[in-house]
């Protein structure tokens, strides 16, 4: 594990959640990864292969979107658990009478040998992660020379809303803190990537009732910080919450008003082909090394 590790993302809790059972995408990371995909038309390199990490919850729909664009290109799918992985294959692999299966190559269940893809596909996820320069070396060492790095991941404004109203009943933070999108940019470049480009947008989901919020913030992940409250919460505190959410709005305020703000990071990058280190050295003739020698004076300096 990386020594710079997020401060705020409690290890152990993040490999409960890469480990977690899921069988349906959350309909953000779908939208995120459809807009993401959109992206893909400005990118000359065609790849032959590329690579899906952790398409269950990054997004089944947007894997078959991104398939069709590049429909002569193997994917290797990587999932954290055999759940997904049963659940990716199921999902993702075609039938006998489809079209697609006899014309096209089949998936590949399982992570990519070094150098083997020219694009890396992971959507949603590096803000989950509890050692994301970790995670970041993975896909540079998955990609060939001159292969690309497609990325998604929630940024620093991301549920601001309810943050403000755990503080205003003093309770610990509803999440763990998500990283600056220029941040990403370093870790990209310290990784040996190169001409990383980052944007960024926000999204506003509402909701018709408070719990119908609750259900889509499980879907989207869990809270990861190591100060969140350490047991389990009841039922009173719950109700709490939820007349919380209910207080913050307007008077007058139609249900479609309760909303949340997630802050959406893009970023592609390129691995650039190996430069040779070139060291300088300094060049004498033998009669000039003598004379160095009989002087003990420092040698010349490099010559061009």
Not at 33 to 43: H, K, N
Request: proline share 9%.
């Amino acid at each position: 594990m990386s020594a710079d590790r997020p401060p705020t993302i409690d290890p152990l809790a993040a490999l409960r959640w890469a480990a977690r059972p899921q069988s349906v995408s959350a309909w953000l990371h779908e939208e995120v990864a459809r807009r993401m995909e959109d992206r893909l038309q400005w990118i000359k390199l065609q790849p032959r292969f590329w690579a899906d990490w952790e398409p269950v919850r990054g997004g089944l729909a947007a894997h078959a979107a991104v398939a069709r664009r590049y429909p002569k290109a193997q994917c290797f799918v990587v999932e954290a658990s055999a759940q997904r992985t049963q659940v990716a294959t199921q999902a993702l692999r075609k039938p006998w009478w489809d079209r697609a299966h006899w014309t096209g190559p089949a998936p590949r269940f399982a992570p990519p040998p070094d150098g083997a893809v020219q694009m890396v596909w992971a959507n949603m996820l590096l803000h989950m992660s509890a050692d994301p320069q970790a995670l970041i070396a993975q896909w540079h060492r998955a990609l060939g020379a001159e292969g690309f790095l497609m990325f998604s991941c929630l940024g620093p404004d991301t549920l601001r809303e309810l943050r403000a109203l755990y503080r205003t009943l003093g309770w610990p933070p509803p999440a763990h803190e998500f990283t600056d999108m220029h941040d990403w940019g370093d870790m990209l470049v310290n990784a040996g990537f190169a001409e990383p480009v980052m944007d960024m947008e926000r999204i506003a989901l509402t909701f018709n009732t408070s719990e119908r919020l609750l259900v889509e913030l499980r879907q989207l992940g869990r809270n990861l910080h190591p100060g969140r409250f350490p047991a389990l919460r009841g039922k009173t505190w719950r109700a709490q919450l939820l007349q919380a959410w209910s207080d913050q709005q307007p008077v007058g305020a139609s249900p479609q008003q309760l909303s949340l703000t997630f802050e959406i990071i893009y970023g592609h990058a390129f691995k650039p082909q190996r430069r040779l280190q070139v060291q300088s050295e300094t060049i004498l003739s033998l009669d000039e090394m003598r004379s160095v020698l009989r002087r003990g004076k420092a040698a010349p300096g490099p010559r061009a």
